[in-house]
C-alpha cells in the first residue's frame, strides 16, 4: 500500500479498509524518536505509539515514495492504522492554532469563509518551524515536494497545450495565489514561521495529496491523518458513529471481515 497522488487512489481500498470512530481523553505522548532518519523515525513513533499495526512497516521507495507495505500476513478484521484526534489536522485545529488562527479571521472579517483546505494548509506551513510535539516525528518524515499541478513548471504546463487539463490547472493556481495573497497579503505582524509563497504551495499541495473527507451522522469533514495518510484510499470515506469535528474523536483503519458464507 503505497501513498500516490489523487487521480491514482486505487477504488477498491474502501473495501479493504474499514473506518471506526473512537473517543480519546488524552493526547499521546511524544516519542522521542530525534536521532533516526525520517521514515525510520515516524516508524518507530508509530509502532511505539500503537498508530501502525507491527504487521506493517514503512517503505521509502524512489518511484513512490514513503508508503506502508505488509511485514507480515493480516488477518481479516486486524486493526492496522489508528489516528488519534488529538493527532489529526482539522480546519477546526487550524482556527485554534495561536499563529493561524488570526490569520485565517482576519481573512474571513473582511471575506467569505476560509476554505478548509486553506486553513489546514495554514496550520502545515508553521507546524514546519514550530511543529507541536506530538506530531515531530510526521512532520520531518513529510516529502520535500508534491508532482502535483500546482507545482509544474511553465514548461510543463506548455506541454499540455490548450487542453482542458491546462486551463484547470492554470485556474488552480490563480486561485492558490489569491488565497495567498488573501491570508498573508495584508498581514503586517510579525509571524513565528516562514510565511512564502513556496513554502504555501508545498502546504497546500500536502494537503491536497494526502487529506480525506471523513463522514458522520452530522456530516463530514476533510482530515490530515498522521500515519493514515500513507495509504492508499479514495477521496471520502465513509465512518460509523456520530462525530464532530474538532470533538475528541479519530479514525481506526482495518481490514475488514469477509462477509460469512451462504
Not at 493514515?228 to 460509523?240: F, I, K, R
Request: aromatic fraction near 6%; charge should be negative.
Amino acid at each position: 500500500l503505497t501513498r500516490n497522488s489523487l487521480s491514482t487512489w486505487p477504488q477498491q481500498m474502501p473495501r479493504l479498509l474499514h473506518v471506526q470512530l473512537l473517543t480519546l481523553a488524552s493526547l499521546l505522548a511524544p516519542c522521542p524518536a530525534d536521532e533516526l532518519p525520517p521514515v525510520e523515525a515516524i516508524e518507530a513513533w508509530a509502532h511505539e505509539q500503537g498508530l501502525l499495526s507491527r504487521s506493517l512497516r514503512l517503505s521509502d521507495s524512489t518511484e513512490t515514495g514513503v508508503g506502508v507495505v505488509a511485514a507480515a500476513d493480516i488477518p481479516a478484521g486486524a486493526l492496522l492504522v489508528r489516528s488519534p484526534a488529538p493527532l489529526c489536522v482539522t480546519a477546526a485545529r487550524a482556527r485554534a492554532d495561536p499563529g493561524v488562527g488570526p490569520l485565517l479571521l482576519r481573512a474571513e472579517a473582511t471575506g467569505p469563509a476560509v476554505d478548509d483546505n486553506v486553513a489546514m494548509a495554514a496550520f502545515l506551513m508553521r507546524a514546519v518551524d514550530v511543529p507541536p510535539p506530538e506530531l515531530a516525528p510526521w512532520i520531518r518524515a513529510l516529502p520535500a515536494s508534491f508532482d502535483l499541478p500546482l507545482t509544474w513548471s511553465e514548461p510543463e504546463l506548455l506541454q499540455l497545450q490548450a487542453s482542458p487539463a491546462r486551463l484547470r490547472a492554470e485556474a488552480l493556481r490563480r486561485w492558490s495565489r489569491a488565497e495567498y495573497a488573501r491570508i498573508f497579503g495584508a498581514w503586517s505582524e510579525p509571524l513565528d514561521f516562514e510565511g512564502s509563497l513556496s513554502r504555501w504551495t508545498w502546504a497546500l499541495s500536502a494537503v491536497w495529496s494526502r487529506s480525506f473527507m471523513l463522514g458522520a451522522v452530522e456530516g463530514s469533514w476533510r482530515v490530515l491523518a498522521p500515519v493514515a495518510d500513507l495509504l492508499n484510499h479514495a477521496s471520502h470515506v465513509e465512518g460509523a458513529g456520530e462525530a464532530e469535528q474538532g470533538s475528541e474523536q479519530g479514525l481506526e483503519l482495518g481490514r475488514s471481515t469477509p462477509p460469512a458464507a451462504k
